[in-house]
């Protein structure tokens, strides 16, 4: 209904679309000269301004979507940092205090839940899907990098699976190689989920420090005064 509106508001008063009126490079017939011979060809010329303002105004609204999904990415990215580099911090003598931390969380206990994204969206009151959508996407692609932890070692998923691989072939003991490599084992931090003013955040945190030791939370944090606030605490789990 908006386009529609749209189109027969420019087709009235094409001056006050001066963009539109641009990208055409043409006029509207005028109405004073419609009841002339040619009525056909005057229905085909503005078919197709309707058709082309249809296009302009489609092409408009992609490239807004496009640049609202820019700034809530970055928005993401800055919060993500933010809220991550205070968790290290304050988990620095606790579940996040190995020297090395996986590349993608490994050390933690994803909620016996039939469905992850519903289990999400109500803890954190998430009502717009595409919001919902969008930090899904982001929170399964994403990486632990050298400049959020530029004091620990990442294990990355490519040695994890060479770690696989030497074990079914013998001769490699994974638990060694880590008391060598590693203090205190390995931890995973997993990267917040946000709702959709980015005041409200869910994470998973954890450690492993052995075949049978290690222990882990899922959590919610609030931002309040400009500092994230552990909320609640949704679940934990211990080996």
């Not at 386009?3 to 043409?26: G, R």
Request: proline share 3%; hydrophobic share 35%; aromatic share 12%.
């Amino acid at each position: 209904m908006y386009k529609q509106w749209l189109v027969l508001a420019y087709l009235e008063n094409p001056a006050d679309f001066p963009l539109a009126s641009t990208c055409l490079q043409l006029s509207v017939p005028n109405h004073a000269t419609a009841h002339t011979p040619n009525v056909s060809h005057h229905l085909k010329k503005t078919t197709f301004y309707i058709s082309f303002i249809i296009l302009i105004l489609n092409f408009s609204c992609k490239t807004d979507n496009k640049f609202d999904l820019k700034k809530l990415e970055e928005l993401d990215a800055q919060k993500t940092t933010e809220l991550i580099t205070q968790i290290l911090k304050e988990e620095s003598n606790g579940y996040l205090m190995s020297s090395c931390i996986t590349e993608k969380p490994r050390a933690v206990s994803h909620p016996m839940v039939s469905n992850f994204n519903d289990y999400v969206k109500d803890n954190l009151n998430i009502t717009d899907t595409v919001h919902l959508k969008t930090q899904s996407r982001l929170y399964k692609k994403f990486k632990i990098t050298a400049d959020l932890v530029p004091n620990k070692n990442i294990l990355t998923q490519k040695q994890f699976e060479e770690f696989e691989q030497k074990s079914e072939n013998g001769g490699f003991r994974f638990w060694d190689w880590l008391d060598t490599n590693c203090e205190n084992g390995f931890c995973s931090i997993s990267k917040p989920i946000f709702n959709e003013t980015f005041d409200l955040a869910y994470v998973q945190i954890g450690t492993v420090c052995g075949g049978l030791c290690g222990g882990g939370e899922e959590r919610i944090y609030e931002l309040v005064n400009g500092k994230w606030i552990e909320k609640e605490s949704l679940g934990s789990w211990v080996s």
